[in-house]
């Protein structure tokens, strides 16, 4: 048998076959797998005819056909699937193949498998890539981590497929060691959740709260994406609201409001839970989605739970603007809290990160390109020590300008009974990091006082603690000073 195939690429649904066609597209000669073969066929005789991409029926025809030290990517269901696919290619692996695992794998379990593999002479990438079925067939952005030999293994291979920024710069760049490239996957995939909610929270309030009519609001999302806002998403946002159906109303309104998901946002605040990071926006984002998700209770309660009487009055072009300056602030926000979030892992997981490749591997090739991302990146070149994006002048800059009329946007979603929790939990965030004494010595006292948890006190250095007796019947005794 020929060795011939640049690669191999286990699973041909969506996002397999996409990838398959883009490495063709670039000159490398791809060998396709899938675990039901008839897909093999389909594919070849459909998407694939013509091209050089080749099939293989069995994992020992794969292997065989494949240039050495093998690469062998699977594109197969996250969890399970993963591990089943290692096994099946295992007997046929000899040291030094590379097997890639390019699915939205959890990134504790890439650092397990990366564990794993190199135990047994082999190495092992777990990459994000991201921008969907286009991404991956035109240019995703690729976030690959793991065996850090493996690099230069596939490194001509992944920069010549992926995603372009208009600089002619690869969005796809070495992340880090074991599970630094899909934990940097799982926290894209959150601030996606932020910045879709804080758009269609700025929907709401234009529409529920304003009464704009939905070509009005193509035209503002139009207007803000040539501003600072420039992303994808709104771009996709004002396309949306200039969709009719056949009858031609918004086909958007006939959209039932439950919102679906596929872990990845959960995932990212239950890590910032664990790491104790206050990821709240994108929590609000995942929070938000389960809300609308009980439909149901929500008809019934707002038959009965009533909200204010009250209706917009004011100058509606001058707030149209504090939304956007709210939204262009929170965004802020959203990416602060989760670079906030990615810095914490990196000491956490062991992973020497650069936060502005990281940010410039997003500026195409996936659902959160914008023009922003070229600022976080300029931001952390400029000071790789950043401790917090909103230090950097030109966020710090921003953020001040846009606070007045985020103000009044949430104020005023209150008194309409607006519901916008990411776009109002970013504002607290903000007042909350900015506040130089919070209310968190009350809460001390609260916890010595019942349960003699003791607490620091500002007259003497940190980790000394102090419990007081506060009732006089309470003893001496006080509670081990561990943290969660
Ligand atoms: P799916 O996530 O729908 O997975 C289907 C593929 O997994 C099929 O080829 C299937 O083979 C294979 N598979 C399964 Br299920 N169990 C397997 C097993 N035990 N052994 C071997 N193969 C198995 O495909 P997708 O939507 O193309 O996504 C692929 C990966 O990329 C996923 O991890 C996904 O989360 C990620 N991703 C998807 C998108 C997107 O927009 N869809 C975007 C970014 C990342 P079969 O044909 O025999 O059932």
């Known amino acids: 048998m020929e060795q011939k195939a640049d690669i191999a690429v286990i699973g041909l649904a969506v996002m397999g076959q996409n990838l398959i066609l883009n490495m063709n597209d670039h000159g490398f000669t791809v060998v396709a797998h899938n675990r039901t073969v008839a897909k093999v066929d389909d594919f070849l005789a459909g998407p694939a005819k013509g091209t050089n991409i080749i099939g293989a029926k069995s994992i020992e025809e794969m292997m065989g056909l494949l240039k050495r030290p093998r690469r062998i990517m699977f594109m197969v269901k996250a969890g399970n699937p993963v591990d089943a696919a290692i096994e099946q290619v295992l007997p046929f692996c000899e040291p030094g193949d590379c097997i890639i695992d390019g699915g939205n794998s959890h990134f504790t379990d890439t650092i397990r498998r990366t564990r ?7 190495l092992f990438i777990g990459t994000g890539v991201s921008g969907g079925e286009e991404g991956a067939r035109h240019g995703p952005s690729m976030m690959p981590g793991g065996s850090v030999k493996a690099w230069p293994l596939v490194k001509d291979l992944f920069t010549a497929i992926a995603a372009k920024t208009p600089d002619g710069i690869s969005c796809c760049d070495w992340v880090g060691a074991d599970g630094a490239g899909h934990y940097v996957k799982m926290a894209h995939n959150a601030i996606e959740y932020g910045d879709m909610q804080i758009i269609c929270e700025a929907y709401q309030l234009m529409r529920q709260g304003l009464g704009l009519s939905h070509a009005v609001m193509h035209d503002i999302f139009k207007q803000w994406n040539r ?3 420039d992303s994808y998403l709104i771009e996709i946002t004002a396309d949306i609201m200039a969709v009719n159906d056949e009858d031609g109303a918004p086909l958007v309104e006939k959209i039932l409001d439950a919102a679906g998901q596929k872990g990845t946002g959960k995932w ?15 929590a609000e984002a995942v929070y938000a989605r389960s809300l609308s998700a009980l439909k149901d209770e929500r008809v019934a309660a707002s038959r009965m739970l009533a909200g204010p009487a009250v209706s917009f009055e004011g100058d509606i072009e001058e707030f149209v603007e504090d939304i956007r300056k709210a939204l262009l602030a929170s965004k802020i926000i959203s990416y602060t809290q989760g670079f906030m979030c990615i810095r914490e892992a990196a000491g956490e997981y062991g992973w020497d990160l650069d936060y502005g490749s990281i940010a410039l591997l997003w ?9 922003f991302l070229e600022k976080i990146s300029a931001a952390y070149r400029s000071n790789p020590q950043l401790v917090n994006l909103l230090l950097d002048d030109y966020f710090t800059s921003i953020i001040i300008s846009c606070q007045e009329s985020w103000r009044r946007v949430i104020a005023k979603a209150v008194e309409l009974g607006v519901p916008v929790p990411a776009l109002s939990s970013a504002l607290a965030f903000y007042d909350g990091y900015r506040c130089e004494k919070l209310p968190a010595n009350l809460l001390q006292a609260q916890r010595d006082y019942f349960g003699a948890h003791t607490y620091e006190r500002t007259d003497r250095p940190r980790k000394e603690f102090f419990h007081t007796n506060w009732t006089g019947r309470g003893g001496d005794v006080a509670s081990g000073t561990y943290e969660v």
Do not use: A, H, M
């Not at 500026?363 to 023009?371: F, Q």
């Open 268 to 282: 990212f605040s239950i890590n910032s839970l664990d790491l104790g990071i206050p990821v709240t926006l994108i």
């Open 116 to 122: 794993y593999l190199e135990e047994k002479g082999l």
């Open 363 to 371: 500026r195409e090739g996936c659902i959160i390109r914008s023009v």
């Open 227 to 229: 501003t600072e806002l």
